[in-house]
């Protein structure tokens, strides 16, 4: 049976042992999270939540919320921190509908998306992006709100060249090793990155409404990238969902 979402092995999911969620990155969360959910009662859900850094902070900021961290990674959920309030959940978001059958307040796809790769093909890749976006209409309560932080790569003249290129480039086997010299960490097993416009789409087009969207300055781009993976503009992205329901 074809496997539908690439592993990344342990050595590379060691450098995800990191909270990509820093101050600056945790204010839209918490304006969005104060707003929506006034009187700080609410349950979470962290999908590639990994080492529960993210998680953590979340319990500590809001003393009445409560939460699971998912993921398809043993090694980064057991470096998890034991907390009376947290759950950890082993297994893959792409098997989210057998997996979870507890509806949440919140779920944070922080920097998970692009991870969702098929190897047979980029349209399968997107398709399981939407996928996993669709999957949580289920789980979600009548309250909910998704949370995406997302890398956004826009094309210089072709909007989702880069994107393209990327996945191209990283899911290769036979260039892999180079590639990882170069940096590439995830090279060999795949990473897929979409413009702004082709997220909104993904979100928009699967049952969601952006509610608030805010950006990172936008990252320097190396001339190289400019001139191999015809990155114009990089930068990340949040953006916060409610359905469409
Ligand atoms: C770039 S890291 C982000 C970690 C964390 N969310 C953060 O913001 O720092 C990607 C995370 O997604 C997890 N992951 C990748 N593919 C997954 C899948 N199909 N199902 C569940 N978790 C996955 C990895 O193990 C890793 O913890």
Redesign the pocket.
């Known amino acids: 049976m074809e496997q539908l ?1 690439e592993q ?1 092995s342990d050595d590379q ?1 060691e450098v ?1 042992d ?4 820093n101050h600056r990155r945790w204010l839209p969360i918490k304006r969005c999270l104060d707003r929506d959910f006034p009187d700080g009662r609410f349950t979470f859900l ?5 080492n529960g ?2 998680a953590d902070r979340l319990l500590e900021n809001y003393p009445e919320s409560s939460g699971a961290v ?4 043993q090694l ?1 959920l057991n470096r998890n921190k034991p907390h009376p309030r947290k759950r950890l959940v082993f ?4 098997n989210l509908e057998s997996i979870v059958d507890t509806r949440y307040d919140v779920i944070f796809f ?3 998306l692009h ?2 790769v098929a190897r047979s093909s980029y349209s399968r890749t997107r398709e399981n992006q939407r996928l996993a976006l669709r999957s949580t209409l289920r789980i979600l309560t009548d309250r909910g709100r998704v949370s995406v ?1 997302e890398d956004i790569y826009n094309g210089l003249a072709i909007d989702g060249a880069p994107g393209w290129i990327v996945y191209r480039l990283t899911s290769m086997r036979t260039v892999a090793r180079l590639l990882r010299k170069l940096g590439a960490n995830t090279a060999g097993v795949g990473v897929c990155f979409q413009s702004y416009r082709q997220w909104c789409a993904a979100i928009e087009r699967n049952g969601f409404r952006i509610l608030d969207y805010t950006n990172d300055d936008l990252a320097p781009v190396p001339w190289t990238w400019s001139a191999l993976l015809h990155v114009g503009e990089l930068r990340c992205g949040h953006f916060w969902l409610g359905s469409d329901r």
């Open positions: 979402v990344l999911l995800f990191t909270e990509h969620v962290d999908l590639g939540g990994g850094n993210f998912l993921d398809n990674s980064l297994g893959g978001v792409e922080n920097w998970i991870h969702l932080y």
